[in-house]
């Protein structure tokens, strides 16, 4: 018996859809087999690696492309490891991506000439505004005319062991025996 056209094409869009699920199903138990596992997120992260650099070249923040993955390409990882995933397996990229963007610690960075800044340029001086907040902290007065010493004439002689005793309450040992 001859089919139309018309069933032809349902049933194999209806075969194709069934391969997708399958696909798809298989996908998820390999995925949740391999979850939790020692390094299983940058089992995931390694193939897309040249993905994650173009991203990272786009200026993206590590929260964007942690969201790209998860969304476009259906990578679930935590955003530590997709950073962790850069810092370690991709550093002469991350260094260059810190440097690009201004974002991180400024001695992480390095400049599109592949050299690093100089201890000048990251020991950067107090704004006028950050000045103001430090003057207005410490006040008027120095550490030295803050501090008084003590006058001499006020000084207490030390405790002896039997004012001591007496002000904590204990028994002498050495009048004190148990055995008489």
């Known amino acids: 018996m001859f089919k139309r056209p018309e069933d032809l094409i349902a049933e194999q869009q209806e075969a194709e859809e069934m391969a997708a699920e399958l696909e798809a199903w298989l ?65 002469e990229e991350y260094a260059s991506y810190l440097g690009a963007t201004k ?37 008027s007065a120095t550490l030295e005319t803050q501090v008084k010493p003590a006058e001499p004439s006020a000084k207490k002689p030390p405790l002896t062991a039997g004012d001591l005793r007496a002000m904590t309450g204990q028994i002498d040992p050495e009048t004190y025996r148990s055995d008489e």
């Not at 173009?54 to 997709?82: F, N, W």
């Not at 992480?108 to 003057?135: I, M």
């Open 27 to 91: 996908a998820k138990e390999e995925a949740t087999e391999q979850k939790n596992r020692r390094g299983a997120g940058y089992r995931l992260l390694n193939p897309v690696r040249a993905q994650i650099a173009l991203l990272m070249q786009r200026g993206k923040t590590v929260k964007d492309i942690h969201r790209a993955l998860d969304e476009a390409l259906g990578i679930k990882v935590d955003l530590k490891t997709v950073r962790k995933f850069m810092v370690d397996h991709m550093p």
């Open 103 to 139: 974002r991180g610690k400024k001695e992480n960075r390095v400049f599109r000439d592949e050299s690093k800044p100089t201890d000048e340029e990251l020991q950067a001086p107090l704004t006028p505004v950050e000045q103001a907040e430090v003057d207005k902290f410490l006040g």
